[in-house]
């Protein structure tokens, strides 16, 4: 039988317990939002292909989120999917949104229900504003947006290792099919 030394048994210890509270420590701490986000670029069509989703969004398939900048500076976002398959019931929800000021419009508050607000983080976005991650810093939600309903694997695991890093439960991690988005 194997035993391991109790030195490496304290060493290993320390380490379980370091990485374990480096785990902690990223959920106590706020989504660090991307340095600027160019809004008019920002603006149009993103498919959402992944995420942790809302309860909502759960049988989402080919989910579009559309982003309208306002005259008076609001953001008008628009979410259409179809539910529970690609042939299901085409569901659509508008929420408007308002850039928090002094965050280089990486953080909105979206209404989402009468006067409840939720934020919106962009954490992560691709330089060619092709990808972008969108997190919460409650790391209940968020959502993987991509500018084609095809994501290569390596880009998607990218977008998914930034949310585990942030502390979200992987395990919640749902990806949205784009059958009728593919052609």
């Not at 398959?85 to 990486?106: C, H, I, L, S």
């Not at 209404?111 to 992560?124: A, H, L, M, N, T």
Request: aromatic share 10%; hydrophobic share 40%.
């Amino acid at each position: 039988m194997f035993r391991i030394p109790s030195v490496c048994r304290a060493g290993l210890l320390l380490a379980l317990l370091l990485v374990t509270g480096a785990a902690t420590a990223s959920r106590d701490q706020p989504i660090q939002p991307v340095a600027q986000v160019d809004l008019p670029r920002f603006m149009g069509t993103w498919y959402l292909v992944g995420g942790i989703l809302t309860p909502f969004e759960r049988e989402a398939w080919n989910a579009v989120q559309t982003y309208t900048l306002q005259a008076d500076g609001s953001i008008r976002t628009t979410l259409g999917f179809n539910h529970r398959g690609a042939d299901g019931p085409r569901r659509q929800t508008e929420a408007p949104a308002r850039v928090r000021p002094d965050t280089g419009n990486a953080v909105w508050d979206v209404r989402v229900i009468g006067p409840w607000k939720s934020q919106y983080v962009v954490g992560w976005l691709r330089q060619d504003y092709g990808l972008m991650v969108v997190a919460r810093d409650a790391r209940d939600y968020a959502w993987v947006f991509a500018r084609s309903p095809s994501v290569p694997v390596a880009e998607l695991e990218r977008a998914r290792q930034h949310l585990q890093g942030w502390g979200y439960d992987m395990a919640r991690w749902r990806q949205v099919p784009h059958p009728l988005n593919r052609g």
